[in-house]
């Protein structure tokens, strides 16, 4: 957990530390009041058991609506599936995630919309274990949800007047994802 806190901390510190070429502005020119913008997103980084093989990678859809010219709210969701081997049998491994998230806009780059966040989350987890043993079969499931907050950084990157590539880092179904977003005008 303190790793997780540590990586954040990088995180925003390197957003921060830019040359002195980069200028943050108080306007966003990419992001306006009204605007709903929609991410569907590949985890490259999991955030769950590690030693496992991947079924499903981090996938990830949410979508964020301007209150204002320089905050948003929206929602989040993410899946994630792994198996391994384990005493003779499977252990296949389910991540669900559900969020509502807020963020704050602001330009760095010209063609960029630049963002920080918190989300408050419903993680939940799964484990199905199957053997075969004797020609008996045991199968069983063992399940575990919680609440959690996370914070993330991220950028859109603009291509077309309604889409764009965007990437975030931060704490979720992945610690970092990237993707297409589209852009909903008012």
Not at 81 to 87: H, K, L, V
């Amino acid at each position: 957990m303190k790793l997780n806190y540590c990586f954040l901390l990088i995180a925003f510190a390197t957003l921060f530390t830019f040359n002195a070429n980069a200028q943050i502005t108080s306007g966003n020119t990419h992001f306006a009041k009204g605007e709903t913008d929609i991410n569907a997103g590949l985890g490259l980084v999991r955030t769950f058991y590690s030693s496992a093989s991947t079924v499903m990678p981090p996938l990830s859809v949410s979508a964020e609506y301007g209150i204002t010219d320089a905050i948003s709210v929206g929602g989040f969701i993410g899946l994630a599936s792994a198996r391994e081997e384990w005493f003779g049998g499977n252990v296949n491994y389910n991540f669900f995630i559900l969020g509502a998230r807020g963020s704050y806009h602001f330009q760095i780059f010209d063609q960029m919309d630049t963002y920080a966040g918190l989300m408050l989350g419903y993680n939940n987890v799964s484990a199905n274990f199957g053997d075969y043993y004797d020609g008996d079969i045991y199968d069983d499931t063992v399940a575990a949800s919680a609440m959690a907050l996370s914070a993330y950084v991220g950028a859109r990157y603009n291509l077309k007047d309604q889409w764009c590539i965007y990437g975030e880092l931060g704490y979720g179904i992945s610690v970092l994802n990237i993707g297409v977003s589209m852009k909903l005008s008012k």
